[in-house]
């Protein structure tokens, strides 16, 4: 989450006309993600190979990096390069078959996810998609708001301020800046700002990768180190939190249109799942084998508790960087999610086009939005880790697996031979069960356990 990856095009918002059709997709990625390389200046000549594979990498690789040392805690060394081995080419292939899924949308139609699931589904099917990815996308903005109050913890004093908990001190900072921000309709100027969030991210998988090298005997963690296991207590966490981690379809489309050579593309797509598996893989474990059984839902939170780096204070700077990423974010979000909530409500008719809601309007909702993820948050402070596998495991399995398989299966079904037909079934079928089961897992983890 990604950076979380869903775009303006699966709003289908009144105010899009069909003179936008080839430029649908790439500004709300921009407005999610800023740091994006500018796709429109590359209309002209169309975006290479190697640009194309940033972008893709920069888009999915976000906020779930953090937990992957936790999601090896919670599958085990064995089960954690397992499931990724899995689900990383699981995913991959999604991606191929949404982009191929698209080449069926007639060329007057707006090239957008629900517009995908009409043409699949019937009139229905646009608001099915639209009504997951805004659970997605809502999951996304709760985990943005709990991120940043486990970043903030680490900056305020634990005493807290004022005579308020450590806790409601960094709840109420956070208010501080997040509701002006909802008064803002534009967030281009957040551009630079959102890069520094893309470098903590980095400077965290850098930080984790070099603890072998460090202490490579975990000398410096209270004796004796935390244990280790090879299959972890909760195989469905570890799967929530991958999936999150490697969800983000919605953009490929339009990163694929954006190519040069759009022939390529198969390739980028190959290269950058398999880049994403390394370093999720190379942080997950490489956290998990130094902290242990100790790993929190956030790495951040043991960089700075003990270990090689708890005296050097990078732990500050890296949770001052990962504020300023979701500080960007959240407001971005938000105005997207009232974006699709729109499109749920007054779909694609004439009459809402003409009569467009107001300014005061939709900032009261921009505000109503804020108001319930932040209360929907709160309740889950302590919960990060299984915020983050639930939505994966509803809201992700759905949006980049189950669907382009899904859409892809109904498209293409008469071209298809009997094996294609076969595998395209079997892996529907897998897939509703695991999303079935693991969603049942995770919120029964979610009310058992809330401090996990």
């Known amino acids: 989450m990604p950076g979380w990856p869903e775009v303006r095009a699966l709003t289908g918002r009144p105010s899009i006309d069909d003179d936008d059709v080839e430029e649908i997709t790439t500004p709300l990625i921009r407005r999610v993600i800023p740091s994006v390389t500018d796709l429109q200046g590359l209309e002209a000549e169309g975006a290479t190979y190697s640009q194309t594979l940033f972008n893709l990498v920069n888009i999915f690789i ?44 007639p060329l007057t139609a707006p090239r957008s996810y629900p517009e995908l699931g009409k043409l699949a589904l019937g009139k229905h099917g646009r608001k099915v998609v639209a009504g997951l990815a805004f659970v997605e ?87 004796p180190p935390p244990a280790h296991t090879a299959l972890g207590p909760s195989l469905a966490q570890a799967v929530g939190i991958f999936a999150v981690s490697l969800s983000g379809h919605t953009t490929l489309p339009a990163l694929r249109a954006g190519m040069s050579r759009p022939s390529q593309f198969p390739a980028v797509l190959r290269a950058a799942f398999a880049v994403m598996a390394l370093t999720y893989g190379g942080v997950g474990a490489a956290g998990y084998w130094y902290y242990g059984d100790a790993t929190a839902a956030l790495v951040t939170t043991n960089i700075s508790a003990a270990g090689a780096w708890a005296s050097s204070h990078l732990d500050r700077g890296l949770a001052c960087l990962l504020l300023v990423s979701c500080a ?23 009459q809402a086009r003409r009569h467009p809601p107001r300014p005061a309007f939709l900032t009261a909702l921009r505000v109503l939005l804020c108001a319930a993820s932040v209360a929907a948050s709160y309740a889950a402070f302590d919960a990060v880790a299984g915020v983050m596998a639930l939505v994966g495991s509803v809201a992700s399995l759905s949006c980049s697996l189950l669907m382009p398989v899904l859409f892809y299966a109904l498209l293409a079904w008469k071209e298809l031979g009997r094996v294609a037909r076969a595998g395209l079934a079997a892996l529907l079928a897998l897939g509703a069960v695991l999303m079935v089961y693991l969603t049942t ?8 356990a809330p401090h996990a």
Request: charged share 5%.
């Open 328 to 350: 960007t974010k959240y407001p971005a979000l938000v105005l997207v999610l009232q974006d699709l909530l729109l499109g749920l409500v007054q779909g694609s008719s004439p």
């Open 137 to 223: 996308l809502a999951g996304g903005v709760c985990m943005v708001l709990l991120v940043t109050w486990q970043q903030l913890l680490l900056l305020v004093p634990s005493q807290g301020l004022l005579g308020w908990s450590a806790r409601e001190t960094a709840v109420a900072i956070s208010l501080v800046w997040i509701v002006p921000m909802l008064f803002v309709g534009k967030f281009g100027h957040l551009a630079v700002l959102s890069r520094l969030g893309l470098l903590s991210v980095g400077l965290v998988a850098t930080v984790v990768l070099a603890l072998p090298v460090r202490d490579p005997h975990r000398e410096q963690l209270p004796q």
């Open 441 to 448: 897992q995770n919120i029964l983890h979610l009310t058992r």
């Open 62 to 105: 976000g906020l779930g990096l953090l937990s992957c040392p936790y999601a090896f805690k919670a599958g085990g060394y064995v089960s954690g390069v397992l499931l990724l081995t899995v689900i990383a080419p699981l995913f991959c292939l999604s991606g191929h078959l949404i982009v191929a899924a698209f080449q069926y949308l």
